[in-house]
């Protein structure tokens, strides 16, 4: 059973950074895609960013040029980079881990991480 937990998250000033991590463990990631997600309070959860096997990597819109996802395979780990935060970045980031299975993929989500941009 694969599973992913989230770390990092906390309180920032606009235009500050963060890093968050997620840690899989039950999968081997260089082989599954990996994706950041948050959700604004009353809002639906949105993409943030992907990175796929062979290291593609997507953004939304909304954070381009500000967040970098990356990943180190040997610990299993991935990362998002977090600058020059707004108070619209405030929000749970989730990390889902993606496993290709059949003809689709078999998802785990990990509990959520709190951040929060404010002055």
């Known amino acids: 059973q694969a599973q992913v937990v989230e770390s990092g998250g906390g309180l920032v000033q606009p235009g500050g950074s963060l890093r968050l991590s997620c840690a899989a463990s039950?999968?081997?990631?260089?082989?599954?895609?990996m994706a950041w997600y948050r959700q604004a309070p009353g809002k639906e959860r949105e993409l943030v960013a992907v990175i796929k096997t062979g290291g593609i990597t997507t953004y939304a819109d909304s954070v381009k040029g500000r967040f970098t996802i990356s990943r180190d395979n040997a610990k299993n780990t991935v990362f998002l980079q977090m600058n020059s935060l707004k108070p619209e970045d405030t929000g749970v980031y989730y990390c889902k881990l993606s496993i290709p299975y059949m003809a689709g993929y078999l998802e785990y989500w990990g509990q959520g991480t709190q951040v929060t941009v404010a002055s």
């Open positions: 039950g999968s081997t990631l260089s082989r599954n895609h």
